[in-house]
C-alpha cells in the first residue's frame, strides 16, 4: 500500500528541486518562471487534497507528475546542471507511487 509517508516524499522532493531550478543562476526566465508556476500549483494541490485517502494520494500524484513533466518540457530546450535528470527521477518516483495507489485503490 502507498503510505502517505511515500507520498509526502515524493512531493516534498519535487519542492525541493523545483526551489532549486527557480533560484538557479543557471536558469532561464522561462525555466525559472515554469518552476515557479509549478511550484505554486503543487503547494496549492497539496494543501487542496486529503492524503489520508487513497483517492487523494492518487489525485495528488497525478498533479506532481503533471506539473514536474511542464518544467521538464522548458528545461528540455535548455538543460542545466544535474535538474533534467534529478526532475525526471522525481517523475519515475512518482509514476511508481501512482501506480501502487491505484491498485490500493481496487483492493479497498
Do not use: C, W
Amino acid at each position: 500500500m502507498t503510505s502517505i509517508a511515500d507520498v509526502q516524499g515524493a512531493y516534498q522532493n519535487a519542492i525541493d528541486e523545483l526551489q532549486s531550478v527557480a533560484a538557479s543562476l543557471d536558469a532561464t526566465s522561462a525555466q525559472k518562471r515554469a518552476a515557479s508556476k509549478a511550484l505554486d500549483d503543487l503547494l496549492l494541490a497539496h494543501g487542496t487534497f486529503v492524503l489520508q485517502q487513497i483517492e487523494g494520494r492518487t489525485a495528488m500524484l497525478t498533479a506532481l507528475i503533471s506539473e514536474l513533466e511542464g518544467v521538464i518540457k522548458k528545461i528540455e530546450t535548455n538543460p542545466f546542471g544535474d535538474a533534467l535528470d534529478s526532475i525526471n527521477g522525481l517523475i519515475d518516483r512518482a509514476r511508481t507511487l501512482y501506480e501502487q495507489a491505484k491498485k490500493d485503490l481496487k483492493t479497498s
